[in-house]
């Protein structure tokens, strides 16, 4: 055991490096979809002149490759956590300025969750900020080397690789596509997993954060202090979740996206305009043996659990990322906004 724990260590110190500034980029930037702090904790070793920000929709919402193909002559990297708030922003820039180091461009991904005033926000933000004090580390890619020795991945790729991706896409393209929207919106209504009970609960109780409109002000004032280059971006969710909102709770939301155009670009359209469908929410794990089947005949799912196994309403899979990605590229080419390449 003594041995074993001892060649884990000496891996990890040899192989540390690989899961930061030096991993493969097209290998980095396929591991920012497949964790929530990856990111976070090593953006500042890459120096990226692009940067995304934002909640977990992000980083299931973008094919990161795909997005450095739109900006190639841009460093590209990401800091995307679970329950993130519109105060996390001001983490970040403490950080920011604590490393005096500032991205040319920031890509904020927004959600309406994340102007809410939810009960776990102080929690949340706490652990935002755990996650932010120290970077990635050698003690940390040991842990992640002990999962990927259990789960039997290569552990130079951390969570996932560019050819997994790729792989998973070939596993699941004609299954996705191949289903019918109406059809995956009845199974959702049909068979509701307890992250959806949830988000029925969240919505029925919803308040918005009572001081948006100063805190916004504030942001705008880091944005034009340091001369960055935002766009704010409404990160599609599936239609069947936007439909639960309702019309004050969208109203209000717009209205606060609106007040970043005082130092940005922002992007407010909803899934349809995306060419996003309920298709993209089911299967984000690129399951290639997942039973399609039974999503287009209505039957449980037998496996389903609450990991969500079969559909997340508010998390895009990688085939509905590419399509995020792309159309924000041609928005950026057509003109609707305008990021330099």
């Not at 890459?46 to 980083?59: F, M, Q, T």
């Not at 050819?163 to 596509?177: P, Q, T, V, W, Y």
Request: charged share 25%; net charge neutral.
């Amino acid at each position: 055991m003594f041995y074993g724990i001892s060649l884990v260590v000496l891996v990890a110190k040899e192989r540390y490096h690989n899961a930061g500034p030096e991993l493969e980029k097209r290998d980095y930037l396929a591991n920012l979809r497949h964790s929530s702090v990856f990111g976070c904790r090593t953006f500042l070793g890459r120096k990226p002149s692009l940067l995304v920000l934002g909640d977990s929709h992000n980083y299931a919402a973008w094919d990161y490759n795909l997005l450095q193909r739109g900006f190639p002559n841009d460093v590209i990297s990401s800091c995307t956590m679970g329950g993130w708030y519109l105060e996390t922003l001001f983490l970040i820039f403490d950080l920011m300025d604590q490393k005096k180091f500032y991205p040319k461009k920031i890509i904020y991904g927004a959600s309406p969750r994340q102007f809410a005033q939810m009960e776990d926000k102080e929690e949340a933000l706490s652990v935002h900020k755990e996650y932010l004090r120290n970077e990635y580390s050698a003690k940390d890619f040991a842990k992640d080397l002990f999962v990927h020795i259990k789960t039997k991945q290569k552990p130079t790729l951390l969570h996932t690789s560019f050819l997994n991706e790729e792989n998973g896409i070939r596993d699941n393209e004609s299954g996705i596509l191949g289903l019918d929207s109406a059809n995956v919106a009845n199974y959702f209504e049909k068979y509701p997993t307890k992250a959806q009970n949830e988000w029925r609960r969240v919505i029925e109780k919803w308040v918005f954060t009572s001081d948006l409109k100063q805190k916004i002000s504030k942001i705008c004032h880091f944005v034009k202090t340091h001369s960055l280059d935002l766009v704010v971006v409404h990160i599609p969710e599936s239609p069947y979740l936007e439909s639960l909102y309702g019309d004050s709770i969208w109203n209000e939301y717009n209205s606060t996206l609106e007040q970043f155009k005082k130092c940005g670009q922002v992007i407010a359209e909803r899934a349809s305009k995306w060419e996003i469908d309920n298709r993209f929410f089911v299967n984000r794990t690129m399951d290639p043996n997942f039973p399609y089947h039974d999503i287009s005949n209505a039957n449980p799912i037998s496996s389903d659990d609450t990991a969500n196994y079969s559909y997340d309403l508010d998390h895009l899979n990688f085939i509905g990322a590419k399509v995020f990605t792309r159309n924000f590229l041609m928005f950026n080419k057509i003109g609707t906004l305008s990021l330099t390449n």
